[in-house]
């Protein structure tokens, strides 16, 4: 599938982005939201990896732009952001356990940001999966309801 975006409106969003005007990452969320989002995905099948590799995109896209030199297309640019930030995400080192002290970390920040699996998670805060499950999908819904 090739995807078309009119030339106005991604010199917008590119202008948008470059002045630090949220209305860049609105309109980059609009655009370019669904392919990066489905590039994520083929390379991480976990949704809340991908969902928090788009956000990661959206930031860097938006912190890089003056990297952005029209050397290539704008879609294949933020592509190969997206795809060199899915690529890394695997190498991230975790904190031990005992450095922790379970009632400081949420379920959020102890799987999204520090690497532990929902079963770690679970252990280090002192409950079952399901309520760390639960916490984990609200921290989610917050961050996403945060960028919007």
């Known amino acids: 599938m090739i995807y078309l975006i009119k030339a106005s409106e991604e010199a917008q969003t590119i202008q948008y982005l470059v002045?630090?005007?949220?209305?860049?990452?609105?309109?980059?969320?609009?655009?370019?939201?669904?392919?990066?989002?489905?590039?994520?995905?083929?390379?991480r099948s976990c949704p809340i990896q991908s969902a928090d590799l788009l956000e990661s995109t959206f930031s860097k896209i938006q912190n890089d732009i003056g990297r952005f030199s029209g050397n290539l297309s704008f879609f294949t640019w933020i592509m190969q952001v997206a795809r060199n930030l899915s690529i890394g995400y695997g190498e991230v080192t975790a904190t031990p356990t005992d450095q922790l002290d379970g009632t400081s970390e949420t379920a959020f920040s102890l799987v999204m940001h520090r690497g532990f699996t929902l079963a770690q998670a679970a252990v280090i805060l002192?409950?079952?999966?399901?309520?760390?499950?639960?916490?984990?999908?609200?921290g989610i819904k917050q961050a996403r309801n945060e960028h919007i």
């Open 19 to 43: 002045v630090g005007d949220p209305r860049g990452r609105k309109l980059l969320r609009k655009y370019y939201g669904s392919p990066i989002y489905g590039m994520i995905t083929r390379m």
């Open 126 to 138: 002192g409950v079952g999966m399901p309520q760390v499950s639960k916490n984990l999908r609200i």
